[in-house]
Structure formats: C-alpha cells, structure tokens
C-alpha cells in the first residue's frame, strides 16, 4: 500500500515538474523573441558562422571580444575605441592590453561582461563556449559566432566584424590589401613544387593540424602539403610512429609569439626525417599561424618565404 | 612431545611453502609467457603496417638484424613502439600490485591508488615538477612519489578514528583526499597558459605517448623491483589479512609492513603517473581478477596481479593508438571502458 501510495505521489510530483518545465520554458521563449520582433525598425539582423540569426542594433558601439583574433580584427578595422572588454590573451595590438580583461578566452566572467553592458559579444568556436554563449543570450546579450576554417573564412570574418560595428569601409579596404598579398605569394610559389611538410604544434604529446585548421589552408597557400590535411578534427593529437612514416620534407614549428619558446625542437619521432637531416626546419611566430585575424597573411608570407626562397628572390 | 609437535607442524609448513611456491612459479611463468605473446602482437599493431614476418624476424633477434625492414620500419619498431609498449607494462604492472597490497594492508576490497587519492596526489606532484622545474625530467617522479607519499599518509592518518581504521572511514577519506587534490589539479590548470592545458587534460586521462626515453628504464626498475619486494612481504600481509591485533600476536611487525607497502606503493604510483598520468582501474580490477583465479594468497595473487596488470594496459593501449589511428586515444580511457563493465560483472560474481 505504503509502496502504490509513494509511486502516485512521485508520479504526481513528476507530472508537476513537467508542467513546471514546461511553462517555465514557454515563458523564456516568448521573453527571449519579444524584442527582436518589436525592434525591427532599428535594428539589424546578420547570420553567424554558427548559422545563428542574430539582431544587432544599428549602431554598435560597445563590443566585447573573447578572442586574441577577433580583437586584432576590431582594431585592424579602425575599431578599436567600439571595444569595451578584451581578453588576457589580447595582447596585440599594444592598446589592446589596456582595454578592460573580462578573463581568459576559456574562463571569461559573465559578471563583469554583464556589467559593461556590450551590445555584441564576439566569440570564436575555438574557444567552446556553447554553454556560455547560451548564458549571455539568455541576458539578452548578442553573441556573434566566427568559426573560418581557411583564409576565405578570416576575410569573411574581418568583413563580418567591420560591419558589425560599423566599419565596413575599412573592413573592405583592409581585406583587399590582404587579398593582394595572398594574391602575390600565390603567383609566387606557383612554379615551385609542393612541399611536403609536418606541422607540429606540440612535440609532446605531438599535436598537429588537421583537416579542420586554416592553418592546413595557408600551408597549402605557401606552396606546402602538410601530410596530416585529411585527418578528422582540428587539432588532432597524432600518431609518432605515423609521423616517422610521413617522412617529411619540412617541419613548421610556431613558436616564439603568445606560445612561448616551448615547442622550438622537433619531436623525437621526426629527428631522423629528411627535414631534420636537411635542415628545413623553419620557426614561424605562432602568433601568425594559430590566430585567424589579419597577421594569418604574415604567416603565409613568412611561411611561403621560409619554404620558396628562390621564389622570393 | 612437545618437540615432535613442533617438528610436524613445520613440516607441515614447509610443505605448505613448496606448494605455494610451486603454485606461484607455474601461475607466474604461464602469465610470463602470455606477456610475451601479447607484447609481440602488440608490436606487430600500429598506424603503420608493418611486413609480420620481417618484423618477427627482427623482434626474435632482438633488434639485432634488421631482416627486411626498411630503416624507418626500423625505427618505428624499436625507438617508437616497443619502448611505449615496455612503458605500458611497467605502468599496469605497477598500478596492479599497489593496488594489490593495498587491499591486503588495508583490508579494504576497494583499496585502490586512485580511489585512496594517491594517483592524485602524485599528479598533482608532477604538475608542480613540471611548472618549477620543467627542465629537469628526473624531478617530475621524484615530485610525484612524495606526492603519492603525502597523499598516503594523509588518507591513512584521517581514516584512523578512536577506534581504528574501519574499511568505511578509509574509502571516505580517500574520496575527500582525491577530491580536494582533483581542484587543486584543476586550480593549477587555469594558472598556466592555454596551449598547455590541452596536453595536461590529455595526460590526467591517463596517456603513454609522451613517453621520454629518460623515465622508462626507471619505471621497469621501480615496477619488478616493487614487485618483488611486496611479494617478499605477501606473507606478513596475509596475516595481516585476519586484522593488525591478531597479525601483530602472530609476530607480524605490523608498523614496518605498513612503512614498506605506503613507500613502495608510492614509489610505484609515483612513477607510473610521472610517465603516464593517470591510468584508472588498473589497480581495482586487476587483482581482484587474480584473487578471483588463483585465490586470495597474496604470495600468488601479488605477482599475478602484476603480470596481469601489465597485460591489462598493454592491451589496453594497442587499442588507444590503433582504433582511430592515425589519431590517438588516452589509454584512461580504454582502461576506464573495459575495466568498468569488467568490475560490474566481477561483482556480481563474487
């Protein structure tokens, strides 16, 4: 008897719970598209990278940026006094480092992005922050979603982020001078054979860049193969012995910039590989090859430079 | 009379030993030899195919021929895959019998180094060897035994009540321990910077690829050396078995046993976490398979956990690095996925 009465009431309890959740959720969601609706006259919509739709008044004038590359992007733009909160990890340009730190790209406050009241919020998927984006929007904060998986897709991003905050101009003259860099280095290095490269982003464990990575894409800008460009992911850890096995002709190291001076030596695995034994083992500021903002053509320069040099004569 | 009674009962002893030690030398080389079948197969799996016969041809002479394979086969072979297939021994024989004298010292069937809060306590060890001392690879298993130490001595010393150690208070404070040192992992992850947090949560899952030629001689010596010693103490730790009073009637120097299992244990948590990170379920399943096989003798069911252990990650590994290859798994994982079904139906066995 005890146990049938228990079960009902549980089940009842259940059935409330429901309801409960139920309401609670129809209630946020007519919350949630109430003012997109409402505000059509002055406001905007844009589509994400994410493929999110996502309403921006039309004057934005107070952005926060989550990532080192956005934050070059919004300065690179002529942006720079539209941006309201940064990163730790922002530390380029120099003026980007006196701009408010809401934390880290991994750990950003919600607390304090609340508080400098933004119209935007730049993110970049790189950092994974589904759950933190959910979280700002549930403030009614806009969250704006790159994700560039090649050059195209960082111009595509500058364009983006200089009309977002009303840069357009010079967003359009900023991707057209960098277009016509990449455009030189593509006539370049278009005599000269591919070369086949590793590149390795940590030695231990060894990490490299997959299909995923723009990286992959500027490598195969610079007149490189990189051996592990059809490998699943963005950043895979990858096998030494399959490293050993490539046999590669090159090796990039980033290293030198935000990264530290920590991944200057080739892996184990690689040291008795004709690019070790030849010498080709070129450094490039990781700074130029991990960020997709407007330095990424510096790395394709240096890189494209550093494996064609008879191009650049 | 008195005399020939004790006369009888050694000799019954002494029959009793040659049994026991006849049963633990054949359950050791029957294991012994099915290491050295599994090692070889387990050479012969990679991301890289390797020619079977060739590569047998050369495994049998020991690296001494290169047979038909080319240099980079070669190296592949015996600079790459042999040494992180030794370090994956080591690492499960290691786990396995701290895991196995921990039970018997502790009486506790759920005694385990990361359930204790010991594997905690060595990685968090590590990581400090590796933030103030990055250059010298020698001080990251030192840092982790003393690690593994601090984090023993704490456990037993919060599960000593009044009334003793009971098996419940010891579970509760490993679980306190290994929590408390898990946030101090996680404090310590968000001080450093963003690049390396990805290869730390890789080698808190337990990870044998970053193995540095440096540790692994150094973990085989800790892993057969701890071993042995253990299994030369396994029948004081049987006696110890019946509870501390009744051991210590029996003339078990109780206080000296627990020092030589707490410090050799932590040597070989201690190292196994310097080169691996932390391998889960090692050091629960393993022996309690071997108890459940070969009877809960630690004379046996030590050095048989240990050689089972050894089987256990090297397994455990060749799955890591093949199934997405040439991607590559934590072997945390692989150990967590078949040791958890693999404690569930133990369990429900005994």
Redesign the interface.
């Known amino acids: 008897m005890g146990f049938v009465f228990l079960g009902r009431l549980h089940y009842r309890t259940l059935l409330w719970c429901g309801i409960f959740v139920l309401v609670i959720s129809a209630l946020s969601c007519t919350r949630s598209t109430s003012p997109s609706t409402k505000t059509s006259s002055n406001s905007r919509e844009i589509t994400d990278d994410a493929g999110r739709l996502i309403a921006l008044p039309q004057r934005v004038d107070r952005v926060v940026s989550l990532a080192p590359n956005l934050t070059e992007i919004v300065f690179a733009v002529g942006g720079g006094e539209s941006l309201v909160g940064d990163t730790t ?1 922002c530390d380029f340009p120099a003026a980007a480092q006196s701009i408010e730190k809401v934390g ?4 950003p406050s919600l607390e304090r992005i609340i508080a400098l009241r933004p119209q935007v919020v730049l993110v970049s998927t790189a950092s994974q922050l589904e759950v933190f984006t959910q979280q700002l929007q549930s403030h009614n904060i806009a969250v704006f979603v790159t994700d560039p998986h090649d050059l195209e897709g960082v111009f595509r991003s500058i364009t983006e982020v200089g009309e977002i905050i009303g840069k357009a101009e010079q967003a359009g003259i900023l991707v057209a001078k960098l277009r016509e860099r990449a455009a030189a280095v593509d006539s370049a290095v278009k005599g000269s054979p591919r070369i086949r490269l590793f590149y390795q982003l ?1 030695a ?4 490299t860049a997959g299909r995923d990575a723009f990286v992959t894409d500027l490598i195969k800008r610079a007149g490189g193969e990189s051996v ?1 460009a059809d ?3 963005a ?8 490293a ?2 490539a ?1 590669p002709d090159a090796v990039i190291l980033p290293t030198g910039g ?3 001076e ?1 991944n200057s030596n080739v892996a ?2 690689l040291s ?1 590989s004709p690019a070790a034994q030849h010498g080709r083992v070129y450094k490039i500021n990781d700074d130029h090859l991990v960020r997709p903002g407007p330095r990424a053509v510096d790395g394709l320069e240096e890189m494209a430079k550093a494996l064609h040099p008879e191009a650049f004569k | 009379m008195t005399v020939t009674v004790s006369d009888t009962s050694t000799a019954i002893r002494l029959r009793e030993n040659r049994v026991t030690l006849q049963k633990t030398v054949t359950a050791c080389l029957g294991l012994i030899c099915a290491l050295g079948v599994v090692v070889v197969i387990a050479a012969l799996l990679g991301s890289e195919k390797l020619p079977v016969g060739d590569t047998l041809c050369s495994l049998v002479s020991f690296g001494t021929r290169q047979c038909g394979l080319t240099n980079d086969q070669f190296d592949i072979l015996f600079q790459i895959r042999l040494p992180r297939i030794f370090l994956a021994a080591a690492v499960g024989g290691s786990l396995a019998t701290a895991g196995a004298s921990y039970q018997a010292l502790l009486r506790n069937p759920l005694a385990e180094p990361y359930l204790l809060g010991v594997s905690n306590g060595a990685a968090v060890g590590t990581m400090l060897a590796l933030l103030f001392f990055g250059k010298m690879e020698w001080s990251r298993p030192l840092m982790a035994f003393v690690g593994a130490l601090i984090a023993t001595f704490a456990v037993y010393r919060l599960a000593r009540g009044k009334v003793g150690a009971s098996p419940e208070r010891l579970i509760l404070a490993g679980v306190i321990v290994t929590t408390f040192l898990s946030s101090v992992i996680v404090f310590v992850t968000t001080l450093m910077d963003a690049t390396r947090i990805r290869s730390f949560t890789f080698w808190l899952l337990g990870d044998l690829s970053g193995a540095t030629k440096a540790l692994l001689p150094l973990a085989i010596a800790i892993s057969i050396g701890g071993a042995l010693v253990l299994t030369f103490n396994a029948r004081s730790l049987n006696l110890l078995m019946l509870g501390e009073r009744d051991a210590f009637d029996l003339g078990v120097e109780v206080s000296r046993v627990r020092t030589v299992v707490f410090v050799v244990a932590s040597l070989l948590v201690g190292s196994s976490v310097a080169a691996s990170g932390s391998v889960g379920y090692v050091g629960l399943v393993v022996p309690h398979l071997a108890r459940l096989s070969l009877g809960s003798d630690n004379r046996i069911s030590i050095p048989a956990a240990a050689l089972t252990g050894a089987l256990f990650v090297i397994v455990a590994d060749t799955v890591a690095r093949t199934i997405i290859a040439p991607r590559e798994l934590p072997v945390g994982a692989i150990t967590a996925l078949i040791g958890a079904p693999l404690f569930i139906y133990l369990l429900k066995r005994a």
Do not use: C, F, N
């Open positions: 990890y880290d790209t991994l750990h940590s231990e464990p060894l990490y592990t490998v699943p992911g950043w895979p850890k990858y096998s030494a012995e399959s050993l096995a046999r935000s990264m530290g920590g184990e695995a008795k």
